[in-house]
């Protein structure tokens, strides 16, 4: 990712630190033609069991319990469903595709939801490269929030 994008990507994130969450909302619905140009991603938890992701990349998922999201073939995918797949096709297929389901796990880029922690809703581990800020509710703060640019996902050759 050029300077460009990173300086944009820090630029926003210093913005949005310490927002309030209705302001947050706001500022996504304002700015998202901007995101998806330029490929960025907002990721903050919503209600007390959602993680939010929107801009060059929409989706919501369930994380209610502590949740890992591997980036798989283009998309997130809970890593608890890929190793019920990896069990399922090790008992009844004799092993069949388990090589395939390991090279897409292997150094998969993740995002680790870690809710109800340090007095937030929501804090998250994730080795993408990106940019982090606090979100606020009622001056407290409610969760942690970052900003990624969605080509940072593709594997590295």
Not at 54 to 82: M, P
Request: charged share 25%; proline share 1%.
């Amino acid at each position: 990712m050029n300077q460009t994008l990173n300086t944009k990507l820090l630029q926003i994130s210093q913005k949005l630190n310490n927002i309030e969450y209705n302001d947050l909302i706001v500022y996504i619905r304002d700015n998202i033609d901007e995101f998806r140009k330029n490929k960025f991603v907002i990721v903050y938890g919503a209600s007390d069991d959602l993680l939010e992701m929107e801009g060059a990349f929409d989706n919501e998922y369930d994380c209610i319990s502590k949740r890992k999201l591997l980036w798989v073939d283009n998309n997130f995918i809970y890593e608890h469903k890929l190793k019920e797949l990896y069990d399922y096709l090790n008992d009844e297929f004799d092993g069949l595709f388990i090589n395939n389901i390991q090279n897409l796990c292997q150094d998969a880029k993740f995002i680790e939801v870690n809710p109800k922690v340090k007095n937030c809703q929501f804090e998250y581990t994730t080795n993408i490269p990106c940019e982090w800020f606090n979100v606020m509710m009622d001056n407290e703060l409610y969760c942690k929030g970052f900003i990624f640019n969605i080509e940072s996902l593709q594997k590295e050759n």
